[in-house]
């Protein structure tokens, strides 16, 4: 397929953007999110200083029909206030519950995109439909050295205008002691198999220099690469996501995706989530990056502590001659 390059449309930055925090909570839908014992406490929950490796293994089937494994590492902190910062090669990703505010940092570029509390820029195709979940315990278990307990969860996602329906399974196990998912598996049968495991705990207090933006850094935009390729590359950051609020601190991230700048554009992108979750989109379309965020509606209901609730984005490139689309589910546990 022929690349036909897109000119002139590409000017629009990324600074300052905002997202508009709901107000009310999302309708609880009835089986979501796992099964449990005890209601929410009403009092406050101290949120457990965490440091941690995170490593993922990702298989993907190939057209071959073979498996090519591929295993990544990353540095995770999160102090006593709730917020998170997760190092990534040279990707910094930064998020503070008490202000609503995400810092994703390019080191090699010294700048970052600052995702906070404000307007939305579009209303996206499919947002709000809701995700079909089932649920069940599957007992307990030791992972990285940290005693936890396994739920099992079938999400059944929608079909929509850019895919058919689809299932996946996830499996999490983890800690209520370290308020934390110590390990997380997606699994779709279609050929994806991604492990998250968090290891090498502590529960010492990060620096709070950690959790800001280094001096000299400027605000910037996504780096994406020139074009180079006949069809529409599609990258996605985080996927599989895997995110914790603690109440009433509260818990957000982002979600995005990037194509091959000056030839190909994304086009179209839906979206669901399940209560208490809101989900946003925060950038415009027709630009060669997509991206949303999300977080928990801290006053939003749920029957009882921890719960586990899920999101799901699909991104579509396009040029004149070639469509990519991908997706994206993450997983929020929320103690």
């Given at each position: ?16 953007l ?12 009835d089986?979501v ?5 005890a ?15 995170q490593q993922?293994t990702?298989?993907d089937?190939?057209?071959?029909g073979?498996?090519?494994t591929t295993q990544?590492?990353s540095?995770?902190?999160r102090?006593?206030k709730g ?11 930064i998020?503070?519950?008490a ?7 390019d ?5 970052f995109?600052?995702l906070s ?12 439909e ?9 007992g ?29 399974e996830v499996?999490?196990?983890?800690s209520?002691?370290?308020?934390l ?6 699994y ?5 198999d991604?492990?998250?495991t ?6 010492t207090e990060p620096s709070?220099g950690?959790f ?15 074009g180079?390729?006949a069809?529409?590359?599609l ?5 599989p996501?895997?995110?914790?609020s603690?109440r009433?601190?509260?818990g ?11 030839s190909c ?14 989900l ?5 379309l ?11 509606s ?5 029957p ?5 609730a ?5 991104f ?12 994206a ?5 929320i103690?």
């Amino acid at each position: 397929m022929r690349r036909n390059r897109w000119r002139g449309i590409l000017a629009v930055g990324l600074s300052g953007l905002l997202l508009s925090v709901p107000t009310q909570a999302i309708a609880h839908a009835d089986g979501v999110g796992g099964t449990g014992r005890a209601a929410p406490a009403a009092t406050v929950t101290k949120v457990v200083a965490v440091s941690a490796v995170q490593q993922v293994t990702r298989s993907d089937l190939t057209t071959a029909g073979t498996w090519r494994t591929t295993q990544s590492t990353s540095q995770f902190y999160r102090d006593n206030k709730g917020r998170t910062r997760v190092e990534a090669g040279s990707v910094v990703t930064i998020s503070d519950p008490a202000s609503g505010t995400t810092l994703r940092l390019d080191q090699k570029s010294q700048t970052f995109l600052r995702l906070s509390s404000g307007d939305t820029k579009r209303q996206p195709d499919g947002l709000g439909e809701a995700l079909g979940t089932q649920s069940r315990d599957i007992g307990t278990s030791v992972v990285s050295g940290v005693p936890v307990e396994g739920r099992q969860y079938t999400v059944t996602i929608p079909a929509s205008k850019l895919q058919a329906a689809k299932t996946k399974e996830v499996t999490v196990w983890l800690s209520r002691d370290l308020q934390l998912p110590v390990q997380t598996r997606f699994y779709d049968a279609a050929g994806q198999d991604v492990t998250t495991t968090y290891t090498n705990i502590r529960t010492t207090e990060p620096s709070a220099g950690l959790f800001a933006a280094p001096a000299g850094y400027r605000e910037g935009r996504p780096t994406t690469q020139a074009g180079t390729n006949a069809t529409c590359p599609l990258d996605i950051y985080f996927d599989p996501s895997v995110f914790v609020s603690v109440r009433p601190y509260g818990g957000y991230g982002a979600v995005g995706a990037l194509t091959d700048v000056g030839s190909c554009l994304f086009v179209a992108d839906a979206g669901w989530w399940e209560s208490p979750l809101y989900l946003a989109a925060i950038t415009k379309l027709l630009l060669p990056f997509d991206i949303w965020i999300f977080g928990d509606s801290v006053y939003g209901y749920v029957p009882f502590l921890p719960w586990v609730a899920f999101g799901y984005v699909a991104f579509a490139a396009a040029n004149t001659s070639d469509v990519t689309v991908k997706d994206a589910l993450f997983s929020m546990v929320i103690f």
